[in-house]
């Protein structure tokens, strides 16, 4: 079956991945399976990152789910990572949730596409800072190669998309559920948001819009 392939260029793994000559990220390379037979391409420069971690960096307050959730709507499984308020254990609070995309990216460099987000880290800061900053973070795993299918909400011939319907739908209609019910939250709109970066943006605008 012929499809459109996007790719980088690494030495092994994403620790040292291709570049331009200024060492910042390129954009991913394409190869269309129905018009070439095959592929030649220039590297420009490695990107070799450092000081890798041999263990996780995410703060004792992540919790990653132990079972994925199966998606009713998209009929596949996804790794959930929920971020819990320093003072969790030790109160009878409800506190306020943020939903979060690219999961694997929010809080841990073993598990994060070149660089973690450190998003534990800034909330343990806030929350040391003003308790009243207590939030819970869920992130979402990103569905790897069906990541851009996921986060766009229409077909685009080149670079996929179109299941961002059904995306939100697992978040509104089965993931919020099953936080609420599992962790001590406040349910009501004023007090959910939904972020991400890049064609997470783009999705979490949608998903706000709907």
């Given amino acids: 079956k012929a499809e459109v392939i996007y790719f ?26 129905s018009a070439q037979t095959y592929y030649r391409g220039n590297i420009a420069s490695w990107k070799i990152l450092q000081h890798t971690p041999q263990k996780s960096t995410a703060s004792p307050h992540v919790l990653v789910l132990e079972d994925s959730l199966f998606m009713q709507s ?10 819990l ?34 998003i534990d880290e ?11 900053n207590a939030c819970i973070i869920v992130g979402v ?19 996929g998309g179109g299941e961002g319907a059904e995306y939100v739908d697992f978040l509104v209609h089965q993931l919020k559920p099953f936080i609420d019910q599992n962790f001590r939250t406040k349910p009501q709109t004023k007090h959910t948001g939904i972020m991400g970066s890049s064609m997470g943006g783009l999705i979490s605008f949608y998903a706000g819009m709907e």
């Avoid at 570049?19 to 390129?26: A, F, K, R, V």
């Avoid at 998209?74 to 971020?83: E, F, G, P, Q, S």
């Avoid at 800034?122 to 009243?132: E, G, P, R, S």
């Fill in 74 to 83: 998209l009929k596949r499984y996804r790794t959930i990572r929920v971020y």
């Fill in 8 to 33: 980088k260029f690494t030495l092994g793994s994403w620790t040292k991945v291709e570049c331009n000559l200024q060492g910042e990220d390129i954009e991913n390379r394409s190869l269309d399976t």
């Fill in 141 to 159: 795993d990103n569905g790897e190669q069906k990541r851009i299918d996921e986060y766009s909400p229409w077909l685009n011939t080149k670079y």
């Fill in 85 to 118: 308020p320093p003072d969790y254990e030790q109160s009878h609070r409800k506190y306020p949730v943020l939903y979060m995309h690219d999961g694997q990216n929010l809080f841990d460099q073993l598990t994060a596409y070149s660089q973690e987000w450190g």
């Fill in 122 to 132: 800034i909330m343990d800061t806030a929350f040391a800072q003003n308790t009243k």
